[in-house]
């Protein structure tokens, strides 16, 4: 897997909120809308391993193709934790 893109940490925030971020089909998914993407929001730490709050794998395509435009998080239990 490659990584794309990390955002700036949100320190001691229950509901955090990211501003919206521009990427270039070549940058975000090599102009394949097929490829798989995977978003993943973890939990910042200052020492140790971050927890993850959730992930969810999908395509430029499946997102083009949202109804609502948002995307579930899972965790590794398969529970929604979320959303992006």
């Given at each position: ?17 990211w ?38 794998t ?27």
């Amino acid at each position: 897997m490659v990584k794309v893109y990390k955002t700036n940490y949100k320190f001691d925030n229950k509901e955090p909120w990211w501003d919206a971020e521009e990427l270039t089909m070549p940058e975000f998914c090599n102009c394949n809308k097929y490829l798989p993407i995977r978003f993943s929001v973890f939990s910042y730490q200052n020492a140790g391993d971050h927890p993850l709050y959730g992930s969810v794998t999908t395509t430029t395509r499946d997102i083009e193709m949202l109804s609502d435009t948002r995307l579930k998080l899972e965790n590794s239990k398969g529970q929604e934790t979320g959303y992006i």
